[in-house]
């Protein structure tokens, strides 16, 4: 049967937080964010590895963070790249390292700690299914075409022809590897994420369900809403 690597991206510097300190290792109810995204992963039955993609200079303080919580699925740690496509590469890389290309590979940013159960086994489910997957929620708002002056609009697009998309984003790890080599000979070096990287290609990607809970932690207001679904979430939601 194929394994299940996470892949945590980790490498960001917290800039937009406004912190010294980078954003996933900011400590929330006493315990870091990285660590709330691990217990996800380290929790979840289907899950057989994880490697962290991290800032460098931050490497031991994860390892200690990782022993103290448990973390023990945790395999490697490598340093991220000069974006989030060159990180993505480099945990890929290490995975190539340890695994076989046929497992799959589950990438997932390590500041969306209210990651469930739920949206890890469709992920993996639907990557079985099609050979990847995308997680996504509806676009419930009314969404507008800028002009070119980008002061308004004059046109509508249409909610439902769009998706929001979030992480874990799944992929046969040969299959991810292949693309990011494509990417590489067609000049593409700065994909905003793999779904992305995948659609410049002219490659299919397949929807897996999100949440609204699974929150990005990119700004204070962020960490404010983090503090309160941890106050006020049901038991199971974490399980």
């Known amino acids: 049967m194929n394994k299940n690597i996470a892949i945590i991206l980790a490498g960001g510097s917290g800039q937009r937080m406004g912190q010294d300190i980078p954003k996933q290792f900011l400590n929330v109810e006493n315990k870091p964010v990285i660590i709330y995204t691990l217990e996800a992963f380290q929790r979840h039955p289907n899950i057989d590895a994880i490697i962290v993609v991290c800032i460098e200079g931050w490497h031991d303080i994860l390892k200690a963070y990782a022993k103290q919580f448990g973390i023990d699925k945790l395999v490697a740690v490598v340093n991220g790249g000069v974006n989030g496509q060159d990180s993505i590469k480099r945990g890929l890389l290490k995975a190539k390292e ?56 004059e046109e509508e697009i249409a909610r439902n022809t769009l998706k929001r998309t979030q992480t874990p984003q799944a992929f046969r790890l040969s299959e991810i590897l292949s693309a990011h080599e494509e990417a590489k000979e067609k000049g593409i070096t700065n994909s905003i994420a793999s779904c992305t990287l995948y659609t410049s290609l002219g490659r ?36």
């Open 98 to 153: 340890l695994f076989s290309g046929e497992d799959n590979v589950i990438i997932h940013d390590g500041i969306r700690p209210m990651i469930s159960e739920e949206i890890i086994s469709d992920n993996i489910a639907k990557c079985n299914l099609y050979g990847n997957a995308i997680t996504v929620i509806p676009c419930a708002e009314a969404m507008l075409l800028s002009t070119e002056d980008g002061l308004g609009a």
């Open 204 to 239: 299919k990607v397949y929807y897996s369900t999100g949440s609204e809970k699974n929150v990005k932690l990119t700004t204070p207001e962020d960490i404010d809403i983090f503090k309160a679904l941890l106050h006020t979430r049901k038991e199971e939601w974490m399980k």
